[in-house]
């Protein structure tokens, strides 16, 4: 009997997927490998080719929070809400983008390197979104030279900009407007930025979930109970439970985390707020 595909191998070929003749080429029928896999192996494909397979332009999301909904305690303490297979899977996701967004605040408070270091991949380039250029200049995002950053501020954060450097890209933008998900997204993708991964903080999720920008959400809920914290997704609710958005959903764990993938594109879906057509 042949030997098994083993996971190295399979994650090796399937973070180069990116069309149907790249999953062919890699040996994947559709949702499986043709030859026989391990199962580590074949979980790889079944959780991340519908992302692989989403095209060039996908944005997506990722969160870890407690059953109440935090992301962090009331002193902003993360280290860390979910375990060890959610940090390899945010890394997975990581490497299956093009670019990975944080706001000021998550950037600020956590110091975040934003790279691939628990699986195989490429770094994306990081995104940091900045209006009024408050990061601090010393932070790693800046300095490590690990990947490319585009630190991205508006006009009263440009005279705050550190020094342009070989992996830091100043991108000054002229007003609020410009970033909106869809303007900047689409500032991405002139870069040539279009498989964009939302990692944090929670206000910078919700701003994409509640604008419809969001394909795809992973939600990672671990079981512990904070009482208060940081809180995760926050936007305009409905008063009534019929209008509530209901993704499609495919649930998995991860160690003693569970993972919620929401598909937040398809028949009857649409962004938190939006009125149902009459």
Do not use: K
């Not at 999953?23 to 490998?33: K, Q, T």
């Not at 494909?45 to 305690?73: E, H, K, N, W």
């Not at 991108?171 to 407007?177: F, H, I, K, Q, S």
């Amino acid at each position: 009997m042949a030997e098994a595909l083993d996971a190295a191998t399979a994650w090796d070929r399937l973070r180069r997927v990116r069309t149907v003749e790249d999953a062919e080429a890699a040996g994947l029928v559709p949702g499986r490998w043709a030859q026989h896999a391990s199962p580590e192996a074949a979980q790889l494909a079944d959780r991340y080719l519908p992302l692989c397979l989403a095209g060039p332009r996908t944005v997506f999301a990722q969160l870890g929070q407690s059953l109440d909904g935090f992301i962090a305690t009331r002193t902003g303490d993360a280290d860390y809400v979910t375990g060890e297979e959610d940090r390899r899977h945010l890394h997975r996701l990581r490497a299956l983008a093009d670019a990975v967004i944080v706001g000021a605040g998550t950037a600020t408070a956590d110091d975040p390197r934003l790279t691939v270091r628990a699986c195989a991949g490429d770094n994306p380039v990081r995104v940091v979104l900045d209006p009024h250029g408050r990061v601090p200049r010393g932070h790693q995002l800046f300095t490590d030279g690990a990947a490319p950053t585009v630190w991205v501020v508006g006009p009263e954060g440009a005279g705050h900009a550190p020094g342009t450097g070989s992996s830091v890209d100043v991108l000054v933008l002229p007003d609020t407007a410009a970033f909106a998900p869809r303007p900047l997204l689409a500032t991405l993708a002139r870069r040539g930025l279009g498989r964009v991964l939302v990692e944090g903080g929670g206000v910078t999720v919700s701003r994409f979930l509640q604008a419809g920008a969001l394909d795809r959400l992973y939600l990672t809920v671990a079981p512990v109970l904070l009482g208060d914290g940081v809180p995760g997704l926050r936007f305009p609710g409905t008063p009534v439970m019929r209008d509530a958005l209901r993704p499609g959903l495919r649930r998995t764990l991860l160690g003693e985390d569970t993972l919620f993938e929401l598909e937040l594109r398809g028949p009857g879906i649409r962004a938190p707020g939006a009125c149902p057509e009459a």
